[in-house]
C-alpha cells in the first residue's frame, strides 16, 4: 500500500481549474519531488493531502484512508515544514519544542535528542529572536520530527538559504528517510531535487507534465545526444554520441589530450523549460 496516493485529483476555486487530473503514488521511505514555479498549485496539493482542503474531484489517501476524512492516528503519522515557521519568537529553542512535545505526548528527553539532530544543541536557550534564516529553519525541521512521523511534508525548506546551510537540511533530508521517513517535498530547486529525489513530477498550470526518476527524465528528453571533449590546449569538439565517434576519442585518450569529457543530458530545469516555455523563478 502506498503511503500517499492520488488519482485525478481535481481542484477549483470560484470556478477557476488550478488542479488538473493530478495522478502519483509515493512508497515508502520515497522522498517524491513536487517541482515547479510559484502559483503552480504545490501547496495546494499539500493542503488536499493533509485534509486543508477536499477536492472537487479524484481520489487522494494517505496510509490508506481518504484524504477528506483523516483521523488524528493519521495526522499523528505527519510532520510538516511549511513557510510559515509557526514559532513562537520570545520563547527559546528547548521551550519552543516543548509546546509541541506537549501536544504530541513526547517525552520532554525527545527534544534535546532533536535539536541535537539539527545542530541546535548549543543554541537550546536562544530565544528564536536571535536565531538566523537557516537556525530558524532548523529548528523548524527539529520541531516536525520531535514525534518521529512516518510522513513529512516540506515546503520549500531550502528557499533563501546559503549553500552551507542548505547542505545541512539536505543532509537532514538524507537522515530522515535513512530512519524511514517518506518524504513530500516541494522546490523550484532543480538542482536539489535531482540531488534528494527518487522520483520527482514537473507541475505546470496545475498539471504534471512530467513524472519519474530525475536521471530517466534527463535522459528521455536528451534530443542532442552528443559528447563533448575539452581537450588540454583549451580545445571544446562535440561529437555524435555513437559508434562513429570511438576512434576519433580514443586517439585524443590515447594521446593523454583529454581535459575532461561531458555527455549531453539536460539538466531537469532546462526539461522543465523545454515543457513549459517557462523558467523557475
Avoid at 477536499?54 to 511549511?82: P, Q, R, W, Y
Avoid at 517518506?182 to 530547486?189: E, R, S, V
Wanted: charged share 25%; proline share 4%; with cysteine.
Amino acid at each position: 500500500m502506498p503511503v500517499i496516493s492520488m488519482e485525478h485529483v481535481q481542484k477549483s476555486f470560484s470556478g477557476k481549474k488550478v488542479l488538473h487530473d493530478i495522478n502519483c503514488s509515493i512508497g515508502e521511505c520515497e522522498i517524491f519531488g513536487l517541482l515547479g514555479p510559484s502559483g503552480a498549485g504545490k501547496t495546494t496539493i499539500i493542503k488536499i493531502l493533509t485534509g486543508l482542503l477536499k477536492s472537487n474531484g479524484g481520489e487522494a489517501s494517505l496510509f490508506g484512508i481518504d484524504c477528506g476524512n483523516l483521523t488524528d492516528e493519521i495526522h499523528a503519522k505527519i510532520g510538516m515544514v511549511l513557510d510559515d515557521s509557526g514559532l513562537f519568537t520570545r520563547l527559546s529553542c528547548y521551550d519552543n519544542l516543548a509546546v509541541y512535545a506537549d501536544i504530541f505526548g513526547v517525552p520532554k528527553a525527545k527534544i534535546k535528542e532533536s535539536l541535537r539532530k539539527v545542530k541546535l544543541g548549543e543554541a537550546e536557550k536562544e530565544p528564536v529572536s536571535k536565531l538566523s534564516k537557516g537556525m530558524v529553519q532548523r529548528l523548524v525541521l527539529a520541531r516536525a520530527i520531535l514525534h518521529s512521523p512516518k510522513l513529512l511534508f516540506l515546503d520549500e525548506p531550502t528557499s533563501g538559504l546559503d549553500p552551507g546551510t542548505m547542505l545541512e537540511i539536505h543532509n537532514l533530508i538524507l537522515e530522515c528517510r535513512k530512519n524511514g521517513m517518506t518524504i513530500f517535498l516541494t522546490t523550484h530547486n532543480m538542482e536539489e531535487a535531482t540531488k534528494l529525489c527518487d522520483n520527482v513530477a514537473l507541475l505546470n498550470n496545475g498539471a504534471f507534465v512530467e513524472y519519474g526518476e530525475p536521471d530517466a527524465l534527463c535522459r528521455k528528453h536528451n534530443t542532442a545526444k552528443i559528447i563533448k571533449l575539452i581537450l588540454k590546449t583549451g580545445q571544446e569538439l562535440e561529437l555524435p554520441c555513437d559508434s562513429s565517434s570511438a576512434k576519433t576519442v580514443a586517439g585524443y585518450l590515447e594521446g593523454s589530450m583529454v581535459e575532461s569529457i561531458h555527455s549531453s543530458e539536460p539538466n531537469l530545469e532546462t526539461v522543465f523549460i523545454k515543457l513549459t516555455g517557462k523558467e523557475l523563478l
